[in-house]
């Protein structure tokens, strides 16, 4: 449990009263309440489309609010833009940074507030040693020349959070900022906030792992359909409860994984290798069996599944479906074959932002829809509000881009995609990354459900919870090999951490 600094009875830096944000008919934000304190690191938690994203925009100034008050320091502000926000000490630190990636450490914080020396010229001397002294501040080690190209996602939001530190930022707002972390990057990130936290900045850290959330922070504020169900301590809860606020009913299983009789193979990987990247992956996966590879960031899992899904083409082995062999690096065979593939980067690989919900739903599914090249509209709604219903997606139009979704329905679309085509063996690359708790139980609910319809699924988790919770058989991998292969019943965190760290014995062939 965090042990914060913060006093209730502080005075606020930033106070939301009563806010509220609609756009049309849609009301995003509706008694929008929440108060940050000096030394206070406050989680905000909720279902997508709870309207915590739309909170954080007012905040940012990224947004106009439609009413309600927005405090600084006990003054009444009213942001028109980022810069507004800015200047009143207010910083979001996104999951992605937006950083200039040829441009050093350095020059990326001081950025548009260069120090000059003689004649307008760039100080920098200066520059680097008064980023060095932010850098110092927070206990980490980088160099302030080095371009931030190349850069880790972890080391690029430290540079953020020292960016925000060059303005005398004195709240921070984190969306998301482990999502794409290991756990010892999480672990560096959150020793930087407990120093934030010490030197009395205010930090609003959002995030759907709740394990994180009990850690780091020391109250919470939780939404659910765009307004404040909940202000409380994090000692004065339990997970448990959280979930029901964040949710509004009893989620009787966040896991709910039924027992299933397995069949035969259905999907056998026979030393599989893509040299420097994994090296002679055997396994196989049976008809209504959930496998789930393991492993630590970098340890290969998601270059596996590429490969088997033909994306990329490997050096040696091969893969086959009901004992036929495919070729490699030919994806549209292996869908054809019967192989489903859902990507980890949803926006990027999954879908096509600015295409219609319906026409991304349906997409592996155009030659079957089509009469003479022609799409009729008809068909292609029914199947994707047959696949909508199914999978509980909350949309308005199913002709709205499918941008307009919270991730947690996005990924039910990708979802969608591949089900139409009727898979054999359904890939599952991080099915749950960024997604709330009440989709997860949903997308787990789907999971146990093809399963014990005779799907056989390969899920990549680096959420241990999940792994344990929904898996058959659990294989590990460590540095590009197969470490380990456990059953349900032998499977725990211990076994599991020991092989991703490469303590135990390789599989047996």
Known sequence: MAEGVVSEAAAALVELRDATKSYGAVRALRDGNLAL?????????????????TLVKVLGGVVRRDSGDMLVDGQSV??????????????????????????????????????????????RGAMNGQVQGLLDRLGVKL???????????ADQQIVEIAKALSFDARVLIMDEPTAALSGAEV?????????????????LFISHRLEEVFTICDTVTVMRDGAVVQDARIADMTPDEMVRRM????????????DTAIGAPVLKVHRLTCEGVFVDISF????????????????????????IFGIDKPDAGHVEIDGRRLPAGKPLTAMRAGIGFVPEDRRQQGLVMDLSIARNATMTRMRALSRLGIIGSGAENR?????ATRLRLKFHRLENPVRFLSGGNQQKVVLAKWLATEPKVLILDEPTRGIDVGTKAE?????????????????????????????????????????????RADADEESVIRAATGHVGEVAA
């Open 37 to 53: 304190r000096p030394g206070e690191v406050r989680a905000l938690v909720g279902e997508n489309g709870a309207g915590k994203s």
């Open 78 to 123: 009213d942001f028109h833009s980022p810069h507004d926000a800015r200047d009143a000490g207010i910083a979001v630190i996104y999951q992605e940074p937006t950083l200039f990636p040829d441009l050093s450490i350095a020059e990326n914080v001081v950025m548009g507030y260069h120090p000059l020396g003689s004649f307008k010229r760039i100080d």
């Open 143 to 153: 160099d302030p020349e080095r371009p931030v190209r190349g850069l880790s996602i």
């Open 187 to 203: 672990e560096r990130l959150f020793a930087v906030v407990r120093t934030l936290r010490e030197h009395g900045a205010a930090v």
């Open 247 to 258: 949710v509004g009913r009893e989620l009787s299983t966040l896991f709910p994984k039924q």
């Open 284 to 307: 196989s996966v049976h008809a209504g069996e959930i496998v789930a590879l393991a492993g630590l960031v970098g340890a290969g899992r998601s270059e596996v599944a590429r490969a």
């Open 383 to 387: 199947l994707a509000r047959e696949w």
């Open 443 to 487: 997308v787990h609910r789907l999971m146990s459900e093809l399963a014990s319809h005779g799907l056989a699924v390969l899920m990549i988790s680096s959420e241990l919870p999940e792994v344990l919770g929904m898996a058959d058989r659990v294989l590990v991998m460590h540095e590009g090999r197969l470490t380990a292969e456990l059953s």
